[in-house]
């Protein structure tokens, strides 16, 4: 069974930082793509960051320059490093694991960010 757990979420300022983290079990991350999705309030779920299987990572414009996404093969994670937060960052985010056509969700973090 898949589980991903996301943690690191919470209340920040404009222009701080957080470091989201996804553990993962029962499937491990070198083998498939790993996402993270933002959902706002009153609006669609959107892709922030992804990391493919053999590293590459891509990123919504949105976000570019600001966020990072990175893994920890022994620790089996998956992180979301947040510089420069805004207002508009405020989400539930969420790690996503896609392998075999296959997608599995976490049930999310809360970002708030204040101005």
């Known amino acids: 069974q898949v589980q991903l757990v996301e943690s690191g979420g919470g209340l920040v300022q404009a222009g701080g930082s957080l470091r989201l983290s996804c553990a993962a079990s029962g499937i491990t991350i070198t083998i498939a793509t790993m996402d993270w999705y933002r959902q706002a309030p009153g609006k669609q779920r959107e892709m922030v960051a992804a990391i493919t299987k053999r590293g590459d990572t891509s990123y919504a414009d949105s976000v570019k320059g600001r966020f990072t996404i990175s893994r920890d093969n022994a620790k089996n994670t998956v992180y979301l490093q947040m510089n420069s937060l805004e207002p508009e960052d405020t989400a539930r985010y969420y790690c996503?694991?896609?392998?075999?056509?296959?997608?599995?969700w976490g049930e999310g973090t809360l970002v708030s960010v204040s101005s």
């Open positions: 996503n694991a896609k392998f075999m056509m296959q997608s599995y």
